[in-house]
């Protein structure tokens, strides 16, 4: 009964003033188009919301401790595009690695995850270690990766993609819930339980509310700031991972073939 009587409904409005503007935006839109509250029309909103989703979860850690990363979107470019090049039919004769032995999806989004996340660390080192402020540091990190993504591409478009690449995007379950939405799912909870029930969780806040206090308080703001990049490069690498997927599917359903331009790709964000 307290905690009813103790409710306080323009405290909760103003707590939650985007997510009720939102809702409102929805209601208003559903009521004056016929195709939006469909199923069709709310598998498309996952699919495109997804992968932003887990890039967003990767931001979050960077702002809760005051800070930032400018070079998000072109790390999600250069990992939409390695996962395509490591990911295109055996059989494609235009393959940008013919070379490359033949792997399957998953491995192709491990060995993304852990060069994104090294970027990400490195990222985080450079913070953390030289006191570059987060802004000036993925500001250059954000150049750089841009710069590797036209090298490694060579600016050309890519094509031939494996069919279990595309199904990533492409599938669903029981046709209403797509794959994508999957992945969202898993990252929002993890990182829900990361922020709210660890103790990496706990310092993050403390960074963000003090950092001088944190420090004195006997939190390692030079490794939770590394493992914040870290962890955030290896969103980035997921989400470029799923894009690639996307584009590739979106393209194939279009009928125009398998075709990620590369750097159209390394200018998400």
């Given amino acids: 009964m307290d905690k009813v009587s103790s409710f306080n409904p323009v405290k909760f409005m103003s707590d939650n003033a985007i997510v009720l503007l939102v809702l409102i935006l929805a209601i208003v839109t559903g009521l004056t188009s016929k195709n939006f509250f469909t199923v069709r029309n709310f598998s498309n909103l996952v699919i495109n919301m997804s992968p932003r989703f887990i890039i967003a979860c990767g931001v979050s850690g960077c702002l809760i401790t ?10 999600v470019g250069l990992s939409a595009c390695l996962a395509a090049m490591m990911l295109q039919d055996i059989d494609y004769t235009a393959r940008m690695l013919p070379w490359f032995p033949d792997i399957p999806w998953w491995l192709a989004l491990i060995f993304v995850m852990i060069i994104m996340g090294i970027i990400g660390g490195i990222n985080g080192c450079v913070i953390a ?37 595309l199904k990533v ?20 909870v993890y990182f ?25 308080a006997g939190v390692n703001v030079t490794a939770t700031l590394i493992r914040i990049y870290l962890l955030a490069g290896m969103m980035y690498g ?22 990620l331009e590369a750097i159209a790709a390394c200018t998400i964000g």
């Fill in 238 to 259: 997921l989400a470029g991972f799923l894009v690639g997927a996307k584009a590739g599917g979106a393209s194939t359903a279009t009928g125009f073939g398998y075709e």
């Fill in 66 to 75: 005051k800070g930032t990363d400018l070079s998000a979107g072109r790390q």
């Fill in 129 to 165: 270690f030289l006191k570059v402020p987060p802004f000036i540091a993925t500001l250059g990190m954000q150049t750089i990766v841009y710069g590797a993504c036209q090298i490694i591409t060579n600016n050309q478009p890519m094509g031939g993609f494996k069919e279990s690449y």
């Fill in 192 to 216: 829900w339980f990361l922020y709210n029930k660890t103790r990496h969780g706990k310092y993050m806040y403390a960074i963000g509310g003090n950092e001088s206090a944190a420090q004195v």
């Fill in 169 to 188: 995007a492409l599938g669903s379950v029981l046709n209403v819930l797509p794959y994508l939405a999957i992945f969202a799912v898993v990252v929002g």
